[in-house]
């Protein structure tokens, strides 16, 4: 069995990590961190834990950690992550970063779009966690940066498109929606239930901090520099993400041509499904899942392809998708410990 170590067990997403790590056949739990429930067990703090996990949070201790584990999950806000990050590499631990602080690769875009760096040598080391693109260099990395929500779902969505020079790549527009999970667990005045519910709104718009990270990836896709426009929505629902892509396209393909090309690339993906034609990504259908759901069609009228992809943003857009990577990193099979079936309803 492999140790494994969460560091920031007490977010929606260290939580998500514990329930998926719990039943993973491979892995043990054997530390969790949290600075605000120091000496607590976690399942005090997340009661949906009772009766299963019986761990006490630890404070952020670098060389307890460490002693307590040869995988380290750091599910930590942005600029916290790089502070520890860089001592679990040192004591030769594999690192599964989920914040931001190692996604970007140019350490001015990263300070442009966040603040300073204080580990920028290990930008060009840290390997992009996403599966679908990156797998060979996950499988050897000491360090992974775990991608984004949406970056996760556009990258999916327009990989195949991008790949293949189908489409004119300044035509990019991107409108995703998200539940509020995706703000974290700490108190926020625009995610409290009275701001949230029955109410939809945009956020972020000409300037999320995803905007970077998702053109850092189509760019590397597609070969030469992509600028989109992407505005993101905020749902009143607890998970999911919606994204809906847009594209003039810039071949002679039929809707059928392109259906075949999207199911080439993700037939044998295990956590992409290519939905028949005619059924619609839904978030209710990948809730709690690792699945990415994804549909296209032609518009004939305006010669845009329009791509809708559906994730879970705390599985497949966060923890799903560290555990995914750590079965990379590990040589073990990538569904272990992710074949949960979406819940419904």
Avoid at 210 to 216: D, K, L, V, Y
Avoid at 235 to 257: K, V
Avoid at 277 to 304: H, K, M, Q, Y
Wanted: with cysteine.
């Amino acid at each position: 069995m492999v140790n494994v170590a969460i560091v920031g067990a007490s977010g929606y997403t260290g939580v998500e990590l514990v329930r998926l790590l719990h039943a993973h056949p491979s892995v043990e739990i054997t530390c969790v961190t949290s600075r605000q429930s120091v000496g607590e067990e976690l399942a005090a703090v997340f009661p949906s834990l009772f009766g299963r996990i019986a761990h006490v949070c630890d404070d952020v201790d670098v060389d307890l950690v460490c002693a307590k584990s040869d995988v380290v999950f750091t599910a930590l806000p942005h600029q916290t992550a790089m502070a520890v990050v860089p001592a679990f590499l040192r004591a030769g631990k594999r690192v599964i970063d989920l914040s931001a602080d190692y996604r970007l690769r140019d350490v001015s875009v990263y300070e442009q779009w966040y603040q300073a760096h204080t580990s920028p040598e290990l930008l060009s080391e840290a390997v992009y966690g996403l599966p679908e693109l990156y797998r060979e260099k996950i499988a050897t990395a000491r360090l992974v940066a775990n991608p984004g929500c949406y970056p996760t779902s556009v990258a999916l969505a327009l990989k195949p498109l991008l790949q293949q020079g189908l489409v004119d790549v300044s035509t990019l527009v991107v409108d995703a929606k998200s539940g509020a999970s995706g703000a974290g667990r700490s108190a926020k005045l625009g995610s409290l239930f009275c701001e949230v519910n029955e109410g939809f709104k945009a956020y972020g718009v000409a300037g999320h901090r995803h905007t970077p990270e998702i053109e850092q990836t189509l760019s590397d896709v597609a070969g030469t520099p992509v600028r989109l426009t992407f505005t993101p929505h905020l749902l009143p629902i607890n998970r999911g993400i919606l994204s809906t892509c847009y594209a003039q396209f810039a071949a002679a393909l039929s809707i059928g041509d392109l259906r075949d090309i999207y199911q080439q690339q993700y037939g044998d993906e295990p956590f992409v499904r290519v939905l028949p034609e005619g059924v619609w990504p839904n978030v209710a259908f990948v809730r709690g899942s690792n699945f990415c759901d994804i549909n296209l069609t032609l518009d004939p009228r305006t010669g845009r392809v329009i791509v809708i992809a559906a994730i879970d943003n705390l599985v497949k857009g966060a923890a799903g998708q560290a555990v995914q990577n750590m079965n990379l990193m590990l040589g073990i099979n990538e569904r272990q410990g992710l074949e949960q079936l979406p819940l419904f309803p």
